[in-house]
């Protein structure tokens, strides 16, 4: 009850501030990239229940025609220049506070994945399953804006270890952490490292104990 009414009120908070933001924001895009401002997607929330995701747009219209869904790389090709800013400063995602606001997603929580993402089923082969039954785990809370492994996971380690790293925040979860990782997640945001491909906080000496408490136990 505490989390829901924390992400109703700070969503409604969020999405007042920043509205002179997402105006500049949206102006910046149509005069460099042109339209369309938003890009919505389909994301799996708790349960596997599928909802959309708006976003501002980051990359080149039809960016998945030729390549179908794939996530974005290191010096994608796809990503404009408005975009690369948006992306490193997650400014992209700030038009998931409707998101929020309307219950599909929390300000912290495993990473929402697209609907092809969750096709996980048991099949034989130990890392596909061992990718089922952790995503079972992470999939019984409602997705995140931000969120363990999002702040503390690098990004290029294999899927199955982010799922690790969603199950200790789905056992662990408790209101003082998750004001912790939106405290950690401002601190990324100020330095324009969401995009750095190894530790986020690396060397920055920030929260290093909860890091490594973390590591530990899963």
């Not at 997607?41 to 708790?46: N, T, Y």
Request: one cysteine or more.
């Amino acid at each position: 009850m505490l989390k829901r009414t924390f992400d109703i009120c700070f969503s409604l908070f969020g999405i007042f501030i920043s509205l002179p933001l997402w105006l500049l924001l949206s102006l910046l895009i149509l005069i460099k990239e042109g339209r369309p401002v938003f890009f919505l997607q389909e994301r799996a929330g708790k349960g596997g229940l599928v909802f959309k995701s708006f976003k501002f747009r980051s990359m080149i219209r039809d960016a998945e025609k030729d390549v179908g869904p794939v996530q974005a790389k290191e010096n994608d090709a796809r990503i404009t220049g408005v975009g690369s800013f948006l992306r490193k400063s997650a400014m992209d995602e700030l038009p998931q506070l409707m998101n929020i606001y309307k219950g599909e997603m929390s300000f912290v929580g495993p990473r929402a994945l697209r609907p092809f993402e969750i096709e996980l089923h048991a099949c034989g082969d130990p890392e596909k399953d061992i990718e089922s039954l952790l995503h079972s785990e992470r999939s019984k809370i409602v997705p995140g804006l931000t969120g363990v492994a999002q702040v503390f996971a690098p990004r290029d380690v294999p899927r199955a270890e982010k799922f690790k790293y969603d199950v200790w925040y789905v056992k662990n979860r408790k209101f003082v952490l998750d004001l912790e990782l939106i405290f950690l997640s401002f601190i990324i945001t100020f330095l324009g490292k969401w995009e750095v491909r190894k530790e986020k906080i690396c060397g920055l000496g920030i929260y290093s104990w909860l890091q490594t408490k973390i590591t530990r136990e899963i």
